[in-house]
Structures are given as C-alpha cells and as structure tokens.
C-alpha cells in the first residue's frame, strides 16, 4: 500500500542542527522519497570583501568564513597568496602550521563525533566526546591565545612560535589525549546502540561518491581515498601516514574514518614535534600579488579549495572558495532518498555539514 | 543567583555567524562549564524558551526566522546578543549581504561582545539576562495586579 506523499519541512531551526539548513523532506508513509535543500540563511557575502580589504588584512576574514576549521581557511587563504607572490615560508612556520591544523581537524571530529551522539540521542557519549575536546581547545589557547578562532596565521608565516619546553609538553600532553579518544572510539565502534543507528543506514556507493564531488570523510567512508593533504603541502610531505579509507558507505563507515582521523591527528601532531625545525617563523612580504592560483588544502570535512586572483594591486580582484559541504550536499540528497523519516537528523549529520563554510 | 525562581530554559539560533559563537554556546553546555546544573537547558522549541541567544548579524534569507522565533516565545522573554557580529555585523558589516546587528530587527537586552565570545563570557551575559528576566517578570505582576 502507497500512502499519500506530504512535504515535512526539517530546518532551519532545527534542535539536532547547531546551524540553519533547510530541507523539504518529501515523504510516504515514513520513507523519504526525495530531500530538496535549500540554503542561504548564513550568506554573508564574505568573498566579494577583497576588494575592500587589504591582501594582507583579509586574512581575518578568511578565518572566519568558519570557526570550526577556521585556521585551515587562513592557511587556505595565505598559501594561495604565498604562491602568486613567490614567498618562500621558512621550514619552521611550515611545522606549525602543520601542528595547528591537526589541533584544528581534533577538535572538529571530536565536535563532530559529539553532535552526533547528540542526533542518536546517546547524551552521555555527546558529553564524553566534548570533554575531550576541550583538552585540544586548551592547547589552542595555550599556543595562538584563541579557542576556536586563532589568528595565528599571516602572509609570509605565522605569528606565533611555540618554545622548545611547550613543544615537548604538548607531545606528552597529545598521548593522554590520544588514549583518551582511543577509550571513547571504542563506544563508536562496537556499541550496540551505536551500530543498531548507523549500520546500513544512508547507504552511498563508491560511483556515487566519486560521481557527485564527494571530499573527505564522506568520500573516504566510500572507499575513495582521496586526501589533499598527500598532495605535499605545509609540513606534510614530511610526516608518514595513509588517508583512513573505509568501504562500508553507510553513517557507520563514516562515523569510522573520522573517529581513526582523530588518532591519526595526534600521532601526526607528535611526528611534527619531533621533526621540526629551528629558525624563523615568518618571511617579510613585499610588494601586491599578481597572478592566480588555487589552492587546495584538507580541511577536516574534505577538500577546500581557495581561488585568488591578483592584478598588481594591493586589493585582490576574486577570491572564490569551494568549501567541503557545498560539495558533499548531492551525496547527502543520495543518501537521503529511501530512508526512513527517523534517521534523517543521523543521515544529515555524517556529512558534518558546515553551514558557515557552505553558505560563506 | 538567588533571584533564579525557575529553570531558565534557552534557545539558540545562528543569524550568519561564522560557527565560532555557536560552537562556544554549545561548549557552556557541556562538561568542562556545565550550566545545565543550574537547570538551564538548550531547547529547540521557541514555545518553551525564556532566553533566546543569537549569534551572528541579520541578513536578507534569516530575518523571518529570527522574527518567527522571537515572536513565539512567551512572555516574559530575554535576548542575548553573543559575539561581534550578533553586536554590530562584526568583521563582516561591509559585506553586501548583512543589515547590521540583532538589535536592528529585534531588542535585545544583553549585549556579550568577543570575536569569537568567550563560554565564560557567555554565561556572564546569560547571568545578567536572568536578573533582567525576573525584573520584567516582578513588573509584569504588577501590571496584572497582584
């Protein structure tokens, strides 16, 4: 028996979503037929400032197109600008940068595996998850002196060094870290509740992914292993690891690889601090770019890829940024078709939207 | 905090912010600062709220929801500002696509500045936004007579 079709609208407001995204669930019975979303209610219009906005200034307002992988987006922005100007940026500051966004992709996937504790219901897992986090935020705020927005990045270098003694802090500091989300990944993948939520649900295939522009953990959950970061920026062609690719396609295999990219973070983190070097920080920069580039960097929901263009002068023409959850939104609407009306809030979260990034 | 006689229970809405304010609201709720000791809980129905916190400033997509969520939430009600761009737009006020702050569309009572707020901070202005509630709640006795 087909029951009659109803449109449930789910959003913006919306308690398991921290920020606003609308979809028109199109349902029968309690199947979803179709999910149609629509977006817009975080537009800023942020890209169209470079053109009031000095290069070296607008630094800050790439950091804060999202607050969750906010440094990611000023290495973004900063590496692009250092390639149209041929800056050369001491090995150092290189580290560095390394070492913050690896703090930064902790602290998103841990939020992340919180939120979405929060969406099955399991609130003792979703404050578990939190509490972690903030031993990574206090490392943030001990190094750059911001929790979620640093400002520790810049044209030419970063802004802050960190000590020999603090270094070695926090690489024994990482360790505690590191066993504790080793503790809490235990829950995710072997809890009954856990699996019983994820397991089969919001099925994508490898095709699929690749076809519609999947990135990151959402790609990886696929088995498509595609990772910026193996492209050799900052530190990373430097440090050893693999991208963690799974093969389920479901919310499970998804949950799966962020909750392994956090562990994998911490060991990359402690690679850094063995491996880095002494010497500056920070190059002077002179001059206005000229030129384009694109540049790519992976971002903790995928790849995002930042477009300048430069024409001599010190204000930017374009900018253009493709964030992760833009891209990753067809496979979401995928995943959506066929579900039931119940696991929408779980399906919705594995992409770790960001709506921030997404809407700019 | 004598003067809390109720469960304060709170809404939040993100306006445009950029995350950061919002991931900040939601860090108050968890273990390391724990305000739901103190019986104030994040609820995702205006029906139900006495507080309602808006991060970010106003643009053309969300200014029915801000007014739509504002406009269901009994009296008497509190809103807090939180972060700069809630305030006055923040770094993104010469954007094309923002009018301003909260305050432009509706009035808000507490004002927590911060790029991005600071959870200590925030629970400061929810604090004031308590004493404020009470006030408006006593004058609203006496306005029915008793």
């Avoid at chain 1, 994998?264 to 920069?285: C, F, T, Y």
């Avoid at chain 1, 078709?337 to 770790?352: H, K, N, Q, R, W």
Wanted: with cysteine.
């Amino acid at each position: 028996m087909t029951g009659r079709r109803t449109v449930v609208p789910f959003g913006p407001q919306h308690p398991v979503l921290p920020e606003p995204i609308h979809l028109d669930l199109v349902i029968e019975d309690e199947k979803v037929i179709e999910a149609i979303p629509s977006i817009g209610y975080v537009h800023r219009g942020l890209e169209k400032l470079v053109e009031k906005k000095d290069y070296k200034n607008y630094v800050y307002i790439a950091e804060r197109i999202c607050g969750i992988c906010s440094f990611i987006h000023s290495l973004g922005y900063c590496q692009g600008v250092e390639n149209i100007m041929g800056v050369e940026v001491p090995e150092r500051a290189h580290y560095l940068r390394t070492i913050w966004s690896e703090y930064s992709r902790m602290h998103s996937h841990l939020l992340w595996m919180g939120l979405f504790a929060d969406a099955m219901g399991f609130e003792n897992l979703f404050m578990n998850c939190w509490r972690i986090r903030e031993q990574v935020l206090d490392m943030m705020e001990e190094t750059t002196g911001g929790r979620v927005i640093q400002g520790s990045c810049k044209v030419g270098g970063v802004r802050k060094d960190i000590s020999v003694a603090k270094l070695k802090e926090m690489s024994e500091r990482i360790e505690k870290t590191k066993a504790d989300v080793e503790e809490i990944n235990h829950v995710f993948f072997d809890d009954s509740t856990v699996i019983h939520r994820t397991k089969g649900i919001g099925y994508l295939s490898k095709d699929d992914a690749y076809h519609l522009g999947a990135v990151g953990p959402t790609a990886r959950g696929c088995g498509v292993a595609i990772d910026i970061r193996k492209t050799g920026y900052a530190a990373y062609p430097e440090l050893d690891f693999e991208p963690v690719v799974e093969s389920g396609g479901d919310c499970y295999s998804r949950c799966m690889v962020r909750a392994k990219e956090v562990v994998q973070s911490a060991d990359l983190i402690r690679q850094a601090i063995e491996k880095i070097p002494g010497g500056d920080i920070d190059v002077k920069v002179k001059g206005n770019p000229e030129g384009e580039y694109f540049s790519r960097v992976e971002q903790p929901r995928g790849e995002c890829i930042h477009y300048l263009k430069g024409n001599g002068k010190k204000f930017l023409v374009r900018e253009r940024v493709r964030t992760p959850t833009l891209t990753n939104i067809p496979p979401l609407v995928r995943m959506l078709a066929g579900c039931e009306m119940a696991d929408v809030p779980v399906i919705v979260l594995t992409i770790d939207p960001c709506i921030g990034c997404a809407e700019r | 905090m004598a003067y809390i006689t109720k469960s304060p229970w709170i809404i939040h809405y993100d306006a445009s912010s950029c995350n950061g304010c919002d991931i900040e609201v939601l860090a108050c709720l968890t273990p390391l600062y724990d305000i739901e000791r103190f019986g104030i809980i994040n609820t995702g129905n205006p029906k139900h709220a006495d507080v309602f916190l808006v991060t970010g400033g106003v643009n053309e997509q969300n200014r029915p929801v801000i007014k739509n969520i504002y406009r269901q939430m009994p009296k008497p009600n509190v809103v807090v500002a939180i972060g700069a761009c809630a305030l006055s737009g923040g770094v993104f006020r010469e954007c094309y696509n923002i009018a301003g702050g909260v305050d432009k569309l509706i009035p808000v009572d507490v004002y927590v500045p911060g790029c991005s707020a600071k959870p200590e901070a925030i629970i400061d202005g929810v604090v004031k936004a308590l004493g404020i509630l009470e006030k408006k709640r006593e004058a609203m006795k006496k306005e029915a007579g008793n």
